[in-house]
C-alpha cells in the first residue's frame, strides 16, 4: 500500500511538473495559423519539342505563369526575430505558346521521303501539384512593432499529382484525327519538383490577424523544369507576388508594446498610491 501511495505522489508531482513546463513552453513560443495566395507569369526560354517546326523571324518563345495557395503553421519564438513554417500547397504551373495561323506545324507522319504535318495555332500544358513548403523568417525589428518588414528563405518540394496538355488547331477537322496523339508526343515533366526562393515582405499587426505582403525574387528551379517541353539547363528565373493571412492561436494578437506600456502606467499609479495611503 505504502508503495502504492508512493508512486501516486511520484506521478502526481511529475504530472504538474510537465504541465508546467508546457505552460511555460507555450508563453515562449508563438503559433501562427495562416494562408496564402501567390501568383507570377514569366517568359520562358525557346520550346524544346522535336515534332515542331516554327516558321517565322520570333523566336518560339512560351509565356508561363504559376499560382499556389498554402495552408502553414508559423512558429515565433516570443519577442524573437527569427520564425519557422511549414505547412502544404497546393500548385499549378502553365505555359503556352501561341503564334499567328501558318506559323506552327506538328510533324504527324513521316515515311522515307515524305513528311505530313499538321498545323496549329497553340499548344500548352498545365501541371498540377502537391506540395511541402518550408521557410525561415528573418525580422528587421523586434515584436513590439505593428509594422515588421523581415527576409524570408523558402523551400517546397513537389509532387505531381496531374497534367494536361491542350492544342488548339488551325483546321478544327484535324482535331479528331491527331489531338491524343500530339497531346503523348509533347510528354510530362517528372513526377518531383523542388524549388528556393528568397523574398522580402512587411507583416502588418490588425489586431485580430497579421496579413504579410510579399515579393519574392529570385525563385529557382532545383530539379527539371515543371514544363516538359523545357529543358533542365535553361530553366526559368521568375519572381512571384504573394499575400499571406495569419491568425495567432492561443496568445493575444495585439502588439506587445500595448502590454508594456499598460505595466508601466499600472506601476506609477501604485507608486504615486502608497505614498497617499502612509498619510
Same mark, same amino acid.
Given at each position: ?19 508546467? !513546463? ?24 525557346? /520550346? ?44 499549378? !504551373? ?148 504573394? /499575400?499571406? /493571412? ?34
Amino acid at each position: 500500500m505504502k508503495k502504492l501511495l508512493v508512486w501516486v505522489a511520484l506521478l502526481t508531482a511529475f504530472h504538474f511538473s510537465s504541465s508546467a !513546463q508546457g505552460e511555460e513552453s507555450a508563453d515562449r513560443l508563438k503559433v501562427n495559423l495562416g494562408v496564402a495566395c501567390g501568383f507570377s507569369i514569366s517568359e520562358m526560354n525557346e /520550346v524544346n519539342l522535336k515534332n515542331l517546326l516554327y516558321r517565322g523571324k520570333e523566336e518560339n518563345l512560351a509565356d508561363h505563369s504559376s499560382w499556389h495557395i498554402e495552408f502553414t503553421s508559423d512558429f515565433l519564438p516570443a519577442r524573437e526575430r527569427i520564425s519557422f513554417a511549414t505547412g502544404i500547397r497546393f500548385s499549378n !504551373q502553365y505555359a503556352w505558346l501561341e503564334k499567328p495561323y501558318e506559323d506552327l506545324y506538328w510533324l504527324v507522319k513521316e515515311e522515307d521521303k515524305t513528311s505530313d504535318y499538321v498545323t496549329l495555332h497553340s499548344l500548352s500544358q498545365s501541371n498540377y501539384y502537391l506540395g511541402i513548403p518550408l521557410s525561415f523568417r528573418v525580422f528587421f525589428n523586434s515584436e513590439e512593432r505593428r509594422v515588421r518588414p523581415y527576409l524570408k528563405f523558402e523551400g517546397c518540394f513537389d509532387l505531381k499529382i496531374a497534367t494536361r496538355n491542350e492544342v488548339d488547331f488551325y483546321n478544327e477537322r484535324m482535331r479528331h484525327i491527331y489531338e491524343e496523339q500530339i497531346t503523348d508526343e509533347m510528354g510530362k515533366p517528372k513526377n518531383f519538383h523542388a524549388s528556393a526562393a528568397s523574398a522580402i515582405g512587411i507583416r502588418i499587426n490588425c489586431n485580430k490577424f497579421y496579413v504579410a505582403p510579399e515579393l519574392t525574387f529570385p525563385k529557382f528551379e532545383l530539379t527539371d523544369s515543371p514544363i516538359s517541353f523545357i529543358k533542365n539547363e535553361d530553366a526559368f528565373i521568375s519572381a512571384e507576388l504573394k /499575400v499571406a /493571412v495569419q491568425f495567432p492561436i492561443g496568445r493575444d494578437s495585439k502588439p506587445a508594446a500595448t502590454a508594456v506600456e499598460t505595466s508601466y502606467s499600472s506601476n506609477i499609479q501604485q507608486e504615486n498610491i502608497m505614498p497617499n495611503e502612509d498619510f
